[in-house]
């Protein structure tokens, strides 16, 4: 399955630092740094862990090891811009970055439920198996539940989560449609399985 362009879909970095660091970058856009300094790693970590915001220590070392690897492995690059250290991610690292985001998606559960249902039908052609097969399995992650072929329900607010796996996947509203409803027949089986009464 994961081969050519689609194989950023089904590989995560390993280490939870690597997987952060790309986060960071395609958040911030890119990081910049004074060129000159000696103190480049520390200030880099610095500028990491603000971001970060996370209780947990880690030592420069382990930062520095992290940061290379994805240098060597082409997902970031580094440029001098006027004096100054300019990181930023390339097409990989977005790609890998993408899929980090991807795969931390989850949708959150109201204290009580609204009684509506998030029914999500797709009709993603052949010649893109790869991205369809992809496209299930992370609905089936996020706790769908199949109503009928291409047919999935789920009963809390997914809207955000849908536009952005259609985003990653480059598919359109015609591929991936999200329909909203107040009652669908026969619900008891998928109001047990969700828990919802």
Known sequence: MGIGKYKYYFRKPRSAIARDVLKWLLIAGSVMIAGQSPRFVPDLVKEFGKWRKKKQKFKNKVFYNTFHRLLRDGSIEISTINHQIHIALTEKGKEKAN???IDDLKIGQPKKWDKKWRIVI???SQPQLIKRDAF???LQELG???LQKSVWLHPFSCRDEIELLRDFFGLGKKDIRLVV???IEDDTAFKRAFKVF
């Open 99 to 101: 899929w980090c985001q």
């Open 181 to 183: 409803a107040q009652e």
């Open 122 to 124: 797709f009709d993603i």
């Open 144 to 146: 769908f539940r199949q």
């Open 136 to 138: 299930r399995g992370k």
